[in-house]
């Protein structure tokens, strides 16, 4: 026998689930609010253990990573120990030889090919930051925690941002992309879990906004206020429609709901976090226009974001993903139409490693000019941004022209607050990548972090 039809209820049904639907899709959305933070939600004790120099000044660890490896005979440098001269890729780095630490004999083997053949792109950049073996797939994502969301799990409850993702890469991709790997592999650095990716942002003005809020100088803390308390209707909307839904639910699609409410109990607690933390700071300086076209111009706003995001202390961790490994960028402006990653298969033709070795030198000039930055910044203790700083910046390849991902080009730079010991080439042998990681863990007061990824143990002598 057939039951009656209620198309009343099916139709208030049906209106109620978009509703919820869209008010998902608005919650799952909304940013995190960032600005000034500081030590007052902990006991003193605590608090000088984590993320904090000797001063008492904050402790900023940031990765930034660039593409397709470089010219091995160009990046690294004569000499050893203090007593080096840079190469011609790193010659940029001069005026900062002393904040700085070439990084020899790191490397990634859980990104070389073995049984999975092609993928050394996604592998370089998958790897990079997580030091695991990626499931080739361009659905089942299976990668690992990446460190800076380690160490955002670990000190992000000091500051508005748990991490910040930075990004020079303005296309979104999805499905398979290099050889049956998936996008995300490709074009993602940091990693909450091993199958979530942590989306970045390539607009200076929205991480602009989402720092500070929108609108000039004087509008911004109100419009903070704003959003969080339109944040907080759309959540409490969605939440009353969850409740409605459920009973009409089975139980797949429950736990589907489930997971659907954590992300919104997440957004909630950054909320709360974020009026704990009080109003943001005004930095007193324009909102940054969008996008440039110039792709120079691009990735130094993105540096002057995170540098602003350190300064106000909105955040302690960061990535700057300049371009995904395998990007095939041109270079018209340096006089190199042809694109980067054909380029990097230069089969030792000459003029072709030339123009790589330029491509690389240019991504170092870009670098130069934000550790300048940094130096050029006070801290809240008399020091600079950078001598309280820990920036990694390296490739996931080391000669793209072999697909090779051993002796990987890595430069840490910073003081690490007086406890790195940089002005140094330093050839560690063969050693994880991952080994560095946990050294700087360490850093920031997370000792107990006795494994990461393929890690062997600390690295000795940074």
Same mark, same amino acid.
């Given at each position: 026998?057939?039951?009656?039809?209620?198309? !009343?209820?099916?139709?208030?049904?049906?209106?109620s689930r978009r509703r919820f639907l869209r008010g998902i899709g608005a919650g799952i959305a909304v940013p995190a609010f960032a600005s000034l933070g500081g030590l007052s939600l902990l006991g003193a004790d605590a608090a000088a253990k984590l993320a904090v120099t000797a001063t008492g000044a904050p402790l900023r660890t940031a990765f930034v990573f660039?593409?397709?490896?470089?010219?091995?005979?160009?990046?690294?440098?004569?000499?050893?120990?203090?007593?080096?001269?840079?190469?011609?890729?790193?010659?940029?780095?001069e005026a900062h030889r002393r904040h700085l630490q070439i990084l020899g004999g790191l490397d990634h083997h859980a990104a070389e090919a073995g049984p999975d053949g092609g993928g050394d792109h996604a592998r370089g950049n998958g790897v990079f930051l997580t030091g695991v073996r990626l499931k080739k797939s361009a659905t089942d994502l299976q990668a690992?925690?990446?460190?800076?969301?380690?160490?955002?799990?670990?000190?992000?409850?000091?500051?508005?941002?748990?991490?910040?993702?930075?990004?020079?890469?303005?296309?979104?991709?999805? #499905?398979?992309?290099?050889?049956?790997?998936?996008?995300?592999?490709?074009?993602?650095?940091?990693?909450?879990?091993?199958?979530?990716?942590?989306?970045?942002?390539?607009?200076?003005?929205?991480?602009?906004?989402?720092?500070?809020?929108?609108?000039?100088?004087?509008?911004?803390?109100?419009?903070?206020?704003?959003?969080?308390?339109?944040?907080?209707?759309?959540?409490?909307? *969605?939440?009353?429609?969850?409740?409605?839904?459920?009973?009409?639910?089975?139980?797949?699609?429950?736990?589907?709901?489930?997971?659907?409410?954590?992300?919104?109990?997440?957004?909630?607690?950054?909320?709360?976090?974020?009026?704990?933390?009080?109003?943001?700071?005004?930095?007193?300086?324009?909102?940054?226009?969008?996008?440039?076209?110039?792709?120079?111009?691009?990735?130094?706003?993105?540096?002057?974001?995170?540098?602003?995001?350190?300064? $106000?202390?909105?955040?302690?961790?960061? $990535?700057?993903?300049?371009?995904?490994?395998?990007?095939?960028?041109?270079?018209?402006?340096?006089?190199?139409?042809?694109?980067?990653?054909?380029?990097?298969?230069?089969?030792?033709?000459?003029?072709? *490693?030339?123009? *790589?070795?330029?491509?690389?030198?240019?991504?170092?000039?870009?670098?130069?000019?934000?550790? !300048?930055?940094?130096?050029?910044?006070?801290?809240?203790?008399?020091?600079?941004?950078?001598?309280?700083?820990?920036?990694?910046?390296?490739? #996931?390849?080391?000669?793209?022209?072999?697909?090779?991902?051993?002796?990987?080009?890595?430069?840490?730079?910073?003081?690490?607050?007086? $406890?790195?010991?940089?002005?140094?080439?330093?050839?560690?042998?063969?050693?994880?990548?991952?080994?560095?990681?946990?050294?700087?863990?360490?850093?920031?007061?997370?000792?107990?972090?006795?494994?990461? #990824?393929?890690?062997?143990?600390?690295?000795?002598? *940074?």
């Amino acid at each position: 026998m057939n039951t009656p039809r209620n198309l !009343a209820a099916e139709r208030h049904f049906s209106l109620s689930r978009r509703r919820f639907l869209r008010g998902i899709g608005a919650g799952i959305a909304v940013p995190a609010f960032a600005s000034l933070g500081g030590l007052s939600l902990l006991g003193a004790d605590a608090a000088a253990k984590l993320a904090v120099t000797a001063t008492g000044a904050p402790l900023r660890t940031a990765f930034v990573f660039f593409p397709n490896g470089a010219i091995p005979s160009a990046w690294w440098p004569k000499g050893e120990g203090s007593e080096f001269a840079l190469g011609a890729t790193l010659q940029p780095l001069e005026a900062h030889r002393r904040h700085l630490q070439i990084l020899g004999g790191l490397d990634h083997h859980a990104a070389e090919a073995g049984p999975d053949g092609g993928g050394d792109h996604a592998r370089g950049n998958g790897v990079f930051l997580t030091g695991v073996r990626l499931k080739k797939s361009a659905t089942d994502l299976q990668a690992g925690i990446s460190i800076d969301q380690a160490m955002a799990r670990e000190v992000g409850h000091l500051t508005r941002f748990a991490s910040l993702e930075l990004t020079g890469d303005t296309g979104r991709y999805s #499905g398979a992309c290099d050889s049956g790997y998936a996008c995300a592999y490709q074009h993602n650095l940091s990693w909450s879990s091993p199958t979530t990716p942590v989306s970045a942002e390539a607009n200076p003005r929205m991480v602009f906004e989402r720092l500070f809020g929108s609108g000039t100088a004087g509008e911004r803390a109100a419009s903070l206020i704003r959003r969080q308390q339109e944040q907080r209707s759309v959540l409490d909307f *969605v939440l009353e429609d969850a409740r409605g839904m459920e009973r009409r639910l089975n139980t797949p699609d429950r736990a589907k709901l489930d997971q659907y409410l954590s992300g919104i109990r997440d957004i909630e607690k950054r909320i709360e976090k974020a009026e704990r933390f009080g109003t943001a700071k005004d930095p007193g300086i324009d909102t940054p226009p969008g996008i440039p076209t110039d792709y120079g111009q691009h990735l130094q706003l993105m540096y002057d974001m995170l540098v602003l995001a350190f300064q $106000t202390d909105s955040t302690r961790v960061a $990535t700057m993903l300049l371009a995904h490994d395998g990007s095939n960028r041109s270079f018209a402006d340096i006089g190199i139409p042809e694109g980067h990653h054909d380029l990097s298969h230069h089969q030792n033709n000459e003029e072709k *490693v030339r123009k *790589v070795a330029e491509i690389d030198q240019w991504y170092a000039k870009q670098f130069a000019q934000f550790l !300048a930055k940094l130096e050029a910044t006070k801290d809240v203790d008399g020091q600079s941004l950078l001598h309280n700083s820990m920036i990694v910046y390296g490739g #996931g390849n080391a000669d793209a022209n072999r697909h090779t991902h051993s002796n990987l080009p890595i430069v840490l730079a910073g003081g690490g607050g007086g $406890t790195l010991n940089p002005g140094r080439y330093v050839k560690h042998g063969s050693k994880p990548t991952t080994n560095l990681f946990l050294s700087l863990a360490d850093r920031l007061g997370m000792k107990s972090l006795s494994r990461f #990824g393929d890690s062997t143990g600390r690295l000795e002598n *940074v």
